[in-house]
């Protein structure tokens, strides 16, 4: 049974940084394909950022030159990197990945529980 488990979420003041986490276990494979999610208050979730199995990366226009994704295939774990954070940042996170070759963007197979990250100004 694959569990996704998210960390690094908190309260930060507006210019500060974050990295969350994102590590998967019990699927017996690397995760391949990755992405990461945000879902404010009342507003649908949106895409913030993904990798595509075959290397291909992209930023929601919100977060491009602040958010940076990636993964360490060693501990099959994915991180989001978020500097100078903004107030308009404050949202539930969630990664979501996939074991398969996905060469499409998100949304992929599984989904981390979510954590919250707030941004005071």
């Known amino acids: 049974q694959v569990q996704l488990v998210e960390s690094g979420g908190g309260l930060v003041q507006a210019g500060g940084s974050l990295r969350l986490s994102c590590a998967a276990s019990g699927s017996g494979f690397n995760i391949n394909a990755m992405g990461w999610y945000r879902q404010a208050p009342g507003q649908q979730r949106e895409l913030v950022a993904y990798i595509t199995g075959g290397g291909i990366t992209n930023y929601a226009d919100a977060v491009k030159g602040r958010f940076t994704i990636s993964r360490d295939n060693a501990k099959n774990t994915v991180y989001l990197q978020m500097n100078s954070l903004k107030p308009e940042d404050t949202a539930v996170y969630y990664c979501?990945?996939?074991?398969?070759?996905?060469?499409?963007?998100?949304?992929?197979?599984?989904w981390g529980q979510g954590t919250q990250v707030t941004v005071s100004s």
């Open positions: 979501n990945v996939g074991f398969g070759y996905y060469t499409v963007p998100p949304p992929y197979d599984y």
